[in-house]
């Protein structure tokens, strides 16, 4: 990452703020912060790194991925 507010610098990261919003935030309200935190976290934990497939990563999920390398990682 170089220059502040460059897509083209961080493109990983900004597809994945992309992807949480249409997912989880845009046209949703949540009743308290809390609610929002936990709706979120289970969006990350649950399915965008165990269900979610990323082409980036040969349609298979993150912790697949890394399982591969890393056998002890997924637990």
Not at 29 to 44: D, G, L, M, W
Request: net charge positive.
């Amino acid at each position: 990452m170089s220059r502040r507010g460059n897509c083209y610098d961080n493109a990983v990261i900004e597809s994945f703020w992309h992807s949480l919003k249409v997912a989880m935030v845009h046209r949703r309200v949540f009743a308290t912060r809390s609610r929002a935190e936990s709706n979120i976290f289970e969006y990350i934990e649950v399915f965008y790194n165990r269900i979610r497939l990323h082409s980036s990563i040969g349609y298979q999920t993150p912790d697949s991925f890394d399982a591969a390398y890393d056998p002890s990682a997924v637990g």
